[in-house]
């Protein structure tokens, strides 16, 4: 063969097996592009789904996250049927479906008894803080009612005046450390001085009876003397 027409028909061999190989390339190219999760050369795509999280118990935040990943791309295999891309069956993707679902549900009843522990432990402050208020407001009956007893204890003519003394029991309506307003005041329940006091009806009794929430000792059977005299013992 003449030497150029042979130089010459190599040369055109060697520019057609570029091409093809060039070609070859951008399809492969093309198809990767189409199908992000194409193989990489001889290492398969991982399909292998995450552990599930077992049922009563609270997954992290990596198994939720490994779960949805894992569903979102077996979802886009399943729709893609493009070069290298692995065929996901029917099965495979409704197991990963369930597997999201039981996940999720998970993840939102953790939330849901986050919240309700968050309201326990805000009624629990609540409370300390209310009985912190009440041990307070206590502290301060007791000193009240100390002085208002050993004044009390040393009156005994009728004009002497009294003392109030201050709720230390709850209920009746009103808070602990309350002092009782004195007879003389609109709607008062307190004698003001030693007269009202030997000079108070059954109601009267029975209405601080409610205030200060204690009996004062009075049984049935009592006289208006003896609730009297066992009220006067009360308040020194």
Request: charged content about 25%; glycine content about 6%.
């Amino acid at each position: 063969m003449n030497p150029l027409l042979k130089a010459s028909c190599k040369q055109q061999h060697c520019w057609e097996k570029g091409t093809q190989k060039k070609s070859f390339c951008n399809r492969a190219m093309a198809a990767n592009e189409i199908n992000p999760r194409q193989t990489l050369g001889d290492r398969p795509v991982n399909l292998v789904s995450p552990p599930p999280v077992q049922k009563g118990t609270v997954p992290t935040d990596a198994e939720i996250a490994a779960e949805v990943v894992h569903t979102y791309a077996l979802k886009k295999f399943k729709s893609s049927n493009g070069y290298g891309v692995p065929a996901v069956t029917d099965d495979e993707l409704a197991t990963a479906c369930k597997h999201e679902h039981l996940i999720l549900d998970a993840a939102t009843t953790k939330s849901a008894d986050f919240a309700q522990q968050l309201a326990t432990i805000t009624r629990q402050n609540n409370r300390i803080i209310q009985q912190n208020d009440e041990n307070k407001n206590l502290m301060k009956a007791y000193g009240i009612n100390a002085r208002a007893i050993a004044h009390n204890a040393k009156q005994t003519d009728a004009v002497h005046r009294l003392k109030p003394l201050a709720k230390e029991k709850a209920g009746g309506g009103n808070s602990i450390g309350t002092v009782a307003p004195l007879m003389s005041a609109p709607g008062g329940l307190f004698p003001e001085d030693v007269h009202e006091l030997d000079n108070m009806q059954a109601n009267d009794i029975t209405r601080l009876s409610t205030f200060y929430g204690d009996d004062f000792g009075i049984v049935a059977g009592d006289t208006i003397r003896d609730k009297v005299h066992k009220f006067r013992m009360f308040i020194g």
